[in-house]
């Protein structure tokens, strides 16, 4: 027969997914994504910057190499990154001088964020195709 004792003692599993969170900790949760996205794409991003500069071969091969399907798209997820990372930086340096703080305009600003970044990023996304 198990000891009910020891059962009581084990410690509690949450659930702690990102489905779960509120949208400001989803956009928190985003802004640190894209922020290490950002970071590890630089090394491409010179990359590219390299090949478009180096000679007009370089610039030919540049357009072929942004030229394809699976590029933009990638090109496509770095623009969203840098412009979600972007706003959600100004929401958070007014979080920092407490102008925003209390829930509904956390709520609003984290709502802004991901809507502002969604819609340039379809706009300006626009201009890749």
Partial sequence: MPDLTAKKKRPLWYNLSPLNLPLPGLVS??????GALLFLG???????????L???DGFARFRG????????????????A????????????????DKGVDLAAARASS????????ALTVLLGMRLW
């Fill in 111 to 118: 709502y802004a964020v991901l809507a502002v970044s969604l």
């Fill in 54 to 56: 180096a000679s007009e």
């Fill in 82 to 97: 840098y412009l979600h990372h972007f706003f959600a930086g100004i929401r958070y340096l007014f979080l920092d001088i």
């Fill in 42 to 52: 630089l090394v491409w991003f010179l990359f590219l910057l390299d090949m478009s």
């Fill in 29 to 34: 949760i985003f802004h640190r994504v894209s």
């Fill in 65 to 80: 190499h942004v030229g394809h399907p699976l590029v933009k798209l990638l090109l496509l997820g770095f623009l969203w």
